[in-house]
T-cell receptor, first 110, second 116 residues
Framework: DAKTTQPPSMDCAEGRAANLPCNHS???????VYWYRQIHSQGPQYIIH???NNETNEMASLIITEDRKSSTLILPHATLRDTAVYYC???????????FGKGTRLHILP | DTGVSQDPRHKITKRGQNVTFRCDPI?????LYWYRQTLGQGPEFLTY????????KSRLLSDRFSAERPKGSFSTLEIQRTEQGDSAMYLC??????????????FGPGTRLLVL
């Protein structure tokens, strides 16, 4: 079973920041938080990952709470092309397989 | 385009027929993974290879499923005696081992199978 809990769906207006929450209350000390997304009819795409500190890259920002029991993926200026299912995953770095949950279906509204 | 290609992209078959899918990973990647995804669910791990060796198989991979990676490059996934429950998207991914945080798996576009 997936170790994370995400809302099944969310809406966000185009141009606004999309904030996607994820609960991972049983995360262990050596587990990273990863985010992937899957645009319709495509394979999953890596977005970002983090261990303790907040992270930012060209796609998104990842905010991890101090107790590491939850995190938020932030898409700063959502566009229609960000409409996708977003998966929050916890895994150790040596894990070979990825365990996906059902993710959050994000709808960007024009 | 991630550099991982899969063929065919779509396959319709009749129950009881055999089907074979092919995956070409990113050329320098030594690990190759197969996942299955049904409607409304996240991808589920099936099996993975490091070079030619098949190192792990999920219990989802029944006896009717077989995967090979004979030369450590492309891989094939065969399903024998297909059943309607095999209808799904079959995803392939590749990575460069050893894994490091951020050296993640790159996924192909998938093969969508419909068993009638």
């Amino acid at each position: 079973d997936a170790k994370t809990t995400q809302p099944p769906s969310m809406d966000c207006a185009e141009g606004r920041a999309a904030n996607l929450p994820c609960n991972h209350s049983t995360i262990s000390g050596n587990e990273y938080v990863y985010w992937y997304r899957q645009i319709h009819s495509q394979g999953p795409q890596y977005i970002i990952h983090g261990l303790k500190n907040n992270e930012t890259n060209e796609m998104a920002s990842l905010i991890i709470t101090e107790d590491r029991k939850s995190s938020t993926l932030i898409l700063p200026h959502a566009t229609l092309r960000d409409t996708a299912v977003y998966y929050c995953i916890v895994r150790v770095d040596r894990d070979d397989k990825i365990i996906f949950g059902k993710g959050t279906r994000l709808h960007i509204l024009p | 385009d991630t550099g991982v290609s899969q063929d065919p992209r779509h396959k319709i078959t009749k129950r009881g027929q055999n089907v074979t899918f092919r995956c070409d990973p990113i050329s320098e990647h030594n690990r190759l993974y197969w996942y299955r995804q049904t409607l409304g669910q996240g991808p589920e791990f099936l099996t993975y290879f490091q070079n030619e060796a098949q190192l792990e198989k999920s219990r989802l991979l029944s006896d009717r499923f077989s995967a090979e990676r004979p030369k450590g490059s492309f891989s094939t996934l065969e399903i024998q005696r297909t059943e309607q429950g095999d209808s799904a998207m079959y995803l392939c991914a590749s990575s460069l081992a050893p894994q490091r945080p951020g050296k993640t798996q790159y996924f192909g576009p998938g093969t969508r199978l419909l068993v009638l």
